[in-house]
């Protein structure tokens, strides 16, 4: 078993930056491909972020390329999501989850644990 336990989030002013932690227990962490996931109000849950095992291969939403970064952290058991120049259509509330293979996915059901969530809240 995996538990993930996700912080970081508030409200905040259109253009300002975040980072959301995702501090990580129970297996090795790092045998882990991990993703960040949101999810606005009467929406889908829809991918935003993706890292491989070794932190070599990242992919990104198209919604926020050049405005996200995923990173990971192993001897610390932590995956961050630094977002930058937030926009009022990034507020969601966003989890992290983890599984134990290390392909490019985007789909939420793929993925085997999840943390509680955060929420984002950005203002116009």
């Known amino acids: 078993q995996v538990q993930l336990v996700e912080s970081g989030g508030g409200l905040v002013q259109a253009g300002v930056s975040l980072r959301l932690s995702c501090a990580a227990s129970?297996?090795?962490?790092?045998?882990?491909?991990m993703g960040w996931f949101r999810q606005a109000p009467g929406k889908e849950r829809e991918f935003v972020a993706f890292i491989s095992w070794r932190g070599d291969s990242t992919y990104y939403a198209d919604s926020v390329k050049g405005r996200f970064t995923i990173s990971r952290d192993d001897p610390k058991s932590t995956v961050y999501l630094q977002m930058n120049s937030l926009k009022p259509e990034d507020t969601a509330v966003y989890y992290c989850?983890?599984?134990?293979?290390?392909?490019?996915?985007?789909?939420?059901?793929?993925?085997?644990?999840w943390g509680q969530g955060t929420q984002v809240t950005v203002s116009s």
């Open positions: 129970g297996r090795t962490f790092s045998s882990y491909s």
């Open positions: 989850a983890a599984r134990a293979y290390s392909a490019y996915e985007t789909r939420s059901a793929l993925y085997t644990y």
